[in-house]
């Protein structure tokens, strides 16, 4: 087993990381938002998955920090990362390693590729082929790698950020519905404002700055200024996701998420408009997310328990890609966030 691999999942808390988990991930949202301006949407979803265990699609044009986020995440807890760009011509084994032959003893043996990795940024995922899709989405769903005859596990935290671009479609291949539904959250970013992006270019401009005094006072041996705080520890998001998993869930509430997922299986009960809109409905996974999704940011909201406001908030970016509209509905313009809309304002909150 390579190195990867054979890493203990087992780790050391740092002396602060087990007084307040809440406090620690609240400190490390504002640390993002001060490296990623203008994409909180893209923040917020982030540390939704990380307390929530989930994966993440995000489909946003080119030069968004969707790459710099993952990475800012990265440095700021305690695990590695890594990137791997999506082209046409990868191979499943680019991703999950192989069996290498050694000729000194004649044996073979797994060098583990970059799926085992904490942080996992698998860059325009529609432009690798269904063997190397499924092969991603496979280990998030077992969180395990089969080569031939031997199963490999995957670290204990293990969060996939998956983009996708969504300007230009020649040489892609789009993910199946069926696929899609693995993901926990499919978030959509757009371009930031304009105070927010010429905070994006003094922010760049003192990046690159530090950049170069680093290059200058490298070969003098100057150490480099080292962090303000030490990194968050895996043992504090583990128990970020117990204490999320705590949160009281009303009955009620229960009650309204199924109406909301059931809603998109046969929304014309919701109104005669909405007759033959939709193909497919989300499934029971659906509620399942919406639920995780909904503690996840009741918790890192400061709260004891769940909203159906919570609910609402996290409810598009949890259903919009287990809904497939039939052809006539797309046709006339209507979208998925359209008919979310629609349902969140007709479904009665219990």
Not at 31 to 36: E, F, T
Not at 170 to 194: H, W
Not at 251 to 265: C, F, G, H, I
Request: charged share 25%; aromatic share 6%.
């Amino acid at each position: 087993m390579s190195e990867q691999t054979s890493r203990p999942d087992s780790v050391t808390p740092f002396p602060n990381d087990a007084v307040a988990p809440r406090q620690r991930l609240q400190r490390l949202r504002e640390h993002l938002c001060s490296r990623i301006v203008g994409q909180e949407r893209l923040i917020d979803g982030l540390l939704t998955a990380l307390v929530a265990d989930g994966h993440l699609l995000v489909e946003g044009a080119p030069g968004l920090a969707k790459t710099k986020a993952i990475r800012a995440l990265s440095e700021a807890i305690e695990g590695d990362h890594h990137r791997v760009q999506f082209t046409p011509d990868l191979l499943p084994a680019d991703l999950t390693g192989t069996d290498v032959y050694h000729p000194e003893d004649g044996s073979f043996r797994f060098e583990s590729g970059p799926i085992f990795h904490n942080l996992v940024l698998a860059d325009e995922i529609n432009r690798a082929p269904a063997k190397v899709q499924s092969a991603l989405l496979e280990a998030m769903a077992e969180r395990q790698v089969t080569v031939g005859r031997q199963t490999w596990p995957l670290p204990r935290l293990f969060l996939v950020m998956a983009t996708q671009n969504p300007i230009e479609q020649e040489g892609t291949y789009p993910l199946p519905e069926a696929q899609l539904d693995r993901f926990l959250l499919y978030i959509r970013i757009g371009y930031p404002g304009r105070e927010a992006e010429r905070k994006i270019l003094e922010l760049v401009r003192a990046e690159a700055r530090a950049d170069a005094d680093a290059a200058l006072a490298e070969p003098k041996n100057v150490k480099a200024t080292p962090p303000a705080e030490p990194r968050v520890s895996q043992a504090t998001i583990f128990a970020a996701r117990r204490q999320a998993l705590d949160l009281y869930v009303s009955p009620a509430l229960d009650e309204y998420m199924v109406q909301l997922v059931s809603a998109t299986r046969d929304p014309v009960r919701y109104g005669d408009e909405l007759a033959g809109v939709v193909r497919c409905g989300a499934s029971p996974r659906g509620t399942l997310a919406l639920d995780r999704c909904a503690r996840a940011r009741a918790w890192m909201e400061g709260g004891d328990f769940v909203t159906p406001e919570q609910v609402q908030a996290v409810a598009h970016d949890v259903l919009r890609h287990r809904i497939l509209l039939a052809f006539e509905a797309e046709a006339e313009g209507l979208t998925t966030d359209a008919l979310i809309d629609t349902l969140i304002e007709r479904v009665p909150v219990a």
